[in-house]
């Protein structure tokens, strides 16, 4: 079983920074990708970052270049950097794992993570 605790959302204005992170019971050995997805009100929940267990990552198209994914292995804890927020950043950002292979990009399906941390919410103000 793999546990995971986010934290770091808040309330920000239009262009400034948050930094998320979540906090894993258990890490590299068993998590082959993770991930940040988001669910704004009303909309579909959807993955803004990955990054496979060698540290490589991707970005959907609409946080690439201000959104940064890491992981701190000896902390067993995942990031997201965000920077140049906007409004529609506004959402309940979500940290997930997988424990199954295959390909760590973007467009990996949801249902391959087994497992989910509660949220932290994210408002960004204009």
């Known amino acids: 079983q793999v546990q995971l605790v986010e934290s770091g959302g808040g309330s920000v204005q239009a262009g400034g920074s948050l930094r998320l992170s979540c906090a894993a019971s258990?890490?590299?050995?068993?998590?082959?990708?993770m991930a940040w997805f988001r669910q704004g009100s009303g909309k579909e929940r959807e993955a803004v970052a990955t990054?496979?267990?060698?540290?490589?990552?991707s970005y959907s198209e609409s946080v690439k270049g201000r959104f940064t994914i890491s992981q701190d292995n000896a902390k067993n804890t995942l990031n997201l950097q965000m920077n140049s927020l906007k409004p529609d950043d506004t959402a309940m950002y979500y940290c997930?794992?997988?424990?199954?292979?295959?390909?760590?990009?973007?467009?990996?399906?949801?249902?391959?993570?087994?497992?989910w941390g509660q949220g932290t919410q994210v408002t960004v103000s204009s």
């Open positions: 997930a794992s997988s424990t199954y292979p295959g390909t760590c990009s973007i467009s990996r399906p949801r249902h391959l993570y087994g497992y």
């Open positions: 990054i496979y267990r060698d540290g490589s990552t």
């Open positions: 258990q890490y590299t050995s068993i998590n082959y990708c």
